[in-house]
């Protein structure tokens, strides 16, 4: 046989023009993320003042469009661009035009006759931010695509981890639970990687897809794993995938006997940290969620942070940015 | 078996000069002229007179017994928008295709005479190719009862499938290989256990496992393929496999074969040329059942496909409208198209690099896929009808949107460069397709 490498790449599709959105964990670099993670503390700065908002980014539009519910990630969108003074619509997909049937490229085309600057988007499919990027000339953020990736989540997650426990860099973290549903998983494992740290994943074998090792990290089906780390990531044990006879894991009491992550499954000093929302005593035991060592409602605070210092990125850093920026004004 | 329009206009004379004429399976190739004489080869030589003929300059071209695809998806009845027998036959002409055999798997489904017969007279109305039908194994394509098949066949079905789904229940599969002995007509299968390709959007790997989508897994389609030779041992009945992709399933099939099972099986141009890798673009055109695998599956595929385990390349072409694939990956239909890119894409991806030599691809494009089916191999050779393709081995082109014969353009080959182009089709005595 011929190098089969070479033939493959021979037929790869064209790729298409750059513009810069932040779709994927995997798009970016170390130095990006560095960037993001500095331009993120100084926003926490200025957020300590009295008058919270920045003129930043006075007169662009960010459009938020949020086809599947989220609390978290939709409402720290729209605060961040207020704090930046940018003009903000929020779109849910029940009571729009997408329950008449529109698509997807239609209700993009729509929102981009508009000529927003950022379109926010959360959509259940995968590459749903792809489609809405080669229909509108907006830079698209994705909040959340499926099951693929949400990499604003992975790096408030980055910043967390730098805040409160320290460099990244030799890390060990140990993500725990359902990994196959798990969009937060995927782009953790590609943001831990890429900034140093070491991944271990956790879980019974139906919720450790085939082939993930691949993405550099390693697995266990041991609970016991998780001793070695210095942060246990928890995932959502989504319920609504446990249902009809789907056999992930038997039950969920089955589950949370073998891989909850409960206190005496932990050592002190240990940082645990949860995408939320949290199934309070099926994934993660309370007296964890409400310990000293969570750091959930850390992580909470810096989405909103984070979400500021990507939305300032798009605008203001990039090569082909929409309009002239501003002069930065952060404290 | 196979209908073409039919036509007050004489057939065709014609004499192609100078081309390199190949025919593997005739032994022939050599540059020679080829006289054609009222749609019949009538002498090959040197220096042939013209006769009046219509000449063909053919320097520097290869003629070759034109192609037969073994698996089409015309969409008639019911989606006339995405394919038409009259488009569907002229985008195989312009492949270089003189004979394609359609799939049943259409609304309503072709299980009955009644559909068999209207999709007969269409054929013979507006086929620019010969064209033959498949009619389905279960009524409905339901998995529940078997069709009539004897009296489809005594209207002149082809074979029969249950394409785009697997015969679940081994009994009634069983049943069909038992009834085979009646018609004997092809029973086409496609392999795909249903509880472990469970809602699977690509090929289960690693690609899959980092991008997120539900995995479609090897062991899916092999596990079928297993269970169907294992019965087709049983019952000493000879059937085929649609479509394979998995390493797995092409190891099986070489076990059965040695084991004197009369098992025969296809591969698209797709699977041949791409892995899972080409997923991480997201394009929906990327999608099709099977999945595209991984490289050591594509690996498999090829050695197949020059070893003669796997006879034939089939296309697998499945039209699909515009807006149906202009959504997210896991909203889009199964299936690309393939007829009017397939020798170029092979010519590219598999004879260019060396991996297959030009005579194999041309023999497991034609007389491959005519012989699974029992129909008369095309050939060049005094006194057969000419069935004919004349390609440009040098020629590269891009694929593009606009330049399709096929009333869908959901090729995986948009926007790529092909290598090999199709100059001129001859189907049945006709010309078909003049580039």
Partial sequence: ?331 | MLFVKTERRPQDDLVVRGARVVDPVEGLDAVCDVRVDGGTVAQLGTSLEANGHRVVQGAGLVLAPAFVDPHVHLRVPGREDEETIASGTAAAAAGGYCAILAMPNTDPVVDSAAVLGSLIDDAQADAEVQVGFLAAITRGQEGGELTEMAELADHGAAGFSDDGRPVVAPGLMRRALQYHGITGRRLALHCEEPTLSSRGQMHEGAVSAELGFAGYPSIAESVMVERDLALAAFEDEPLHLLHLSARESVEALQAAQAKGVAATAEVTPHHLCLTDEAVRTLDPNLKMNPPLRSAEDRVALVDGLRDGTIAAVATDHAPHARHEKEVPFEAAPFGVTGLETAFAALYKGLVEPGLIPLETLLERMSAGPARLYGLERPRIAVGAPANLVLLDTAATWRVEEDGFRSRSANSWALGQTLQGRVRMTVAAGRVAFDG
């Fill in chain 1, 1 to 331: 046989m011929g190098d089969i490498h070479v033939m493959r790449e021979g037929f790869l599709p064209p790729k298409p023009p750059p513009r810069r959105h932040l779709i994927s964990i995997g798009d970016l670099t170390r130095d990006d993320v560095e960037r993001l993670l500095a331009t993120a503390r100084s926003f926490s700065r200025s957020l300590e003042r009295e008058v919270k908002k920045l003129p930043t980014l006075r007169g662009y539009t960010v459009v938020n469009v949020f086809y599947e519910s989220s609390t978290r990630t939709s409402s720290s969108f729209e605060l961040a661009a207020k704090r930046l003074s940018a003009d903000t619509m929020s779109i849910k997909a029940a009571g729009s035009s997408v329950d008449k049937g529109e698509s997807l490229k239609d209700t993009a085309l729509t929102l981009g006759a508009y000529d927003p600057d950022v379109i926010v988007i959360r959509h259940p499919q995968i590459g749903a931010p792809q489609l809405v990027a080669r229909y509108t000339g907006a830079h698209v953020v994705n909040a959340g695509d499926g099951k693929h990736q949400h990499p604003t989540q992975a790096l408030l997650d980055l910043y967390t981890i730098r805040e409160q426990v320290g460099p990244i860099d030799g890390l060990h973290v140990a993500i725990v639970g359902d990994v196959l549903h798990s969009r937060v998983a995927r782009s953790n494992i590609q943001a831990l990687t890429l900034m140093g740290a070491s991944v271990t994943l956790v879980g019974p074998p139906p919720l450790l897809p085939r082939g993930i090792e691949a993405m550099g990290c390693t697995l266990s089906h041991d609970i016991g794993a998780i001793a070695s780390a210095d942060v246990v990531y928890v995932l959502r044990m989504q319920q609504e995938r446990m249902q009809e006879g789907a056999n992930y894991v038997p039950s969920l009491r089955e589950y949370t006997a073998r891989w909850g992550v409960t206190p005496d499954r932990l050592r002190p000093g240990q940082k645990v940290m949860h995408p939320g929302p949290m199934n309070r005593g099926v994934e993660i035991d309370p007296r964890v969620a409400d310990a000293a060592d969570a750091l959930i409602e850390t992580q909470v605070r810096a989405g909103l942070v984070v979400r500021m210092a990507v939305l300032y990125d798009l605008l203001t850093t990039g090569p082909a940015s929409v309009k002239t920026p501003e002069p930065l004004e952060v404290a």
